[in-house]
């Protein structure tokens, strides 16, 4: 019986019982602990240069106000980028491949930037639905749309990971669907399909890591609009 292509993003089940939590808390494993001696390992080390580099490049456009997001921003960037990873392994779930999840991700974040905007310095935050200098006939007009993009923007973040995770991952097992299918009649085709999706496979690592980048760095800069 061959399975539908978006049978993949079903979320686990063993038992009648969800998986999800498990497909979460998985990821954490894989990272090392920083042990009591003054030398750590190798893999140690490479894991404080990248979240040192992370930080440095991610306060850059914030605030002195902002720094104190850094410890959140640092950590679901590597939380997205664990989950988005794993899930290019063989027999594994990707959670960020559900809107749901993605969503949960994206309203509370936003949300808390909106609400620190408000809380600050409201003329400011409300200064941005209005643009200085505009017709007063179109004032209604901005102010409307001005906040429905505000409103559009967790729709976005959620979206955008969410879609690009799943035509990655579609994309790779039609290719793959397609090496099985030709092997036999065609093997000069097979493998260059296979060379093909080799090469598609190393764009979609690049794609999990730059994707899980993007949403904390849209995050960062909805931050910035509102300190």
């Not at 979240?51 to 921003?73: V, Y």
């Not at 999706?197 to 849209?218: C, G, R």
Request: aromatic share 10%.
């Amino acid at each position: 019986m061959t399975l539908s292509f978006f049978d993949q993003f079903m979320s686990p089940t063993f038992m009648y019982i969800p998986l999800v939590a498990v497909s979460l808390v998985a990821p954490w494993l894989f990272f090392p602990n920083p042990s009591t001696r003054w030398v750590g390992n190798r893999l140690v080390t490479l894991q404080s240069w990248f979240m040192n580099r992370f930080t440095q490049q991610l306060l850059l456009p914030l605030n002195i106000g902002g720094h104190k997001w850094a410890a959140l921003f640092t950590s679901l960037m590597i939380f997205l980028i664990s989950l988005n990873m794993c899930g290019l392994l063989p027999y594994t779930f990707t959670p960020t491949t559900q809107l749901s999840l993605n969503m949960g991700l994206a309203v509370p974040l936003w949300l808390a930037t909106v609400i620190i905007g408000l809380r600050n310095q409201p003329t400011h935050a409300l200064g941005h639905l209005l643009p200085e200098g505009t017709p007063t006939l179109l004032i209604p007009v901005l102010i409307i749309i001005e906040t429905i993009s505000l409103f559009i923007r967790p729709l976005a973040l959620g979206v955008r990971l969410t879609a690009n995770l799943t035509a990655g991952h579609l994309l790779i097992q039609l290719i793959a669907t397609a090496v099985f299918v030709l092997l036999q009649s065609m093997p000069t085709v097979a493998i260059l399909t296979a060379i093909l999706l080799a090469l598609l496979t190393l764009l979609e690592v690049a794609v999990a890591a730059i994707q899980a980048y993007v949403f904390v760095l849209l995050l960062s800069l909805y931050l910035q609009e509102n300190i």
